[in-house]
Every structure is written in C-alpha cells, then in structure tokens.
C-alpha cells in the first residue's frame, strides 16, 4: 500500500509527480470483477480470452485506471483532494502479470480555484497502456483545519 502524503495547494508545482507500481494479479482482476459486476469473460476465463485479438485474459481498463485514483488520493495530492474530472485513453490490453507502472505529473495550477490539472500514465515494458488528465481541488493550508487529522 502506498504511504499517505498530503500536499496543500501551496505544494504543488509544475512537473511535481509521484506514481506507483503494481503486478496485475488473476485475483486483483477477479476481484475487481466482483466488486463492479463487470464479468466480461475476457477478463475471467482464458478458454474465452484465448479466442480474443488478445490471446489471453486482460485486466479492466478501469481497475487500470484506479491505479491512477490510488495515486491522486494517497500521494498526489493525496488525502483532502477531490476529483473533479478525468480523462481517459486506452491504448493498449493490460494482461495478467503486466507491471503497470503509474506516473501522475502536475501540468497547471488554476490558483483562483485551488485546482491542479494531472497528467496521468500508465505503462507496461516503457509502452503507454493508458493515458489521460485528471482535475482535482486541492485543499490550501489555511483550509487545514477544517480537514480530519490522519494521524
């Protein structure tokens, strides 16, 4: 599990990033499948997946994507932020046992309203497997105490 870190409005700077790393279990997709309701059997039976462009069970795309969340919420900018938006482009299967490697960089600050536009990546091998931007509000400092201590 990633360590919480929260950054204020104040911390934030262009090209600040953080990420993650995360090898793409049987039971991760399984889970996510139970979780959701998505049962697609691409990503639950490889006697289907076999007979796919694929050749094998893939991960959801949004468990892929949640990975993304799991940065924005717990790093970047962590506890305290609140996703506005995202965007999302798949670009490529994530199969099981893929490390997908997340990368959420800061491109522009929107001062006034205390939001951070996020470019968000994720890769496999060095190939893009998902990209996109996420928007989020960031609390400032003296919104501080109004936040749940963590501790």
Known sequence: MLELRTLFFEDLALGLSDGLTKTISSQDVVGFAEIT????????????????PFGTRIAHGLYTAGLISAVL??????PGAIYISQNLRFRA???????????VEVVELVAEKKRA???????VDGEVVLDGEALVKVPSRDEAGRMPNLA
Do not use: M, Q, W, Y
């Not at 691409?42 to 997946?49: P, R, V, Y």
């Not at 919420?73 to 962590?78: A, D, K, V």
């Open 117 to 123: 536009r996020l470019s968000c990546v994720c890769t």
């Open 37 to 52: 309701g998505d049962r697609n059997p691409i990503h639950l039976s490889e006697h289907f997946a076999a007979r796919t």
């Open 73 to 78: 919420g717990t790093r970047l900018p962590g």
């Open 93 to 103: 299967p994530v199969r099981i046992g893929d490390t997908v490697e997340v990368k």
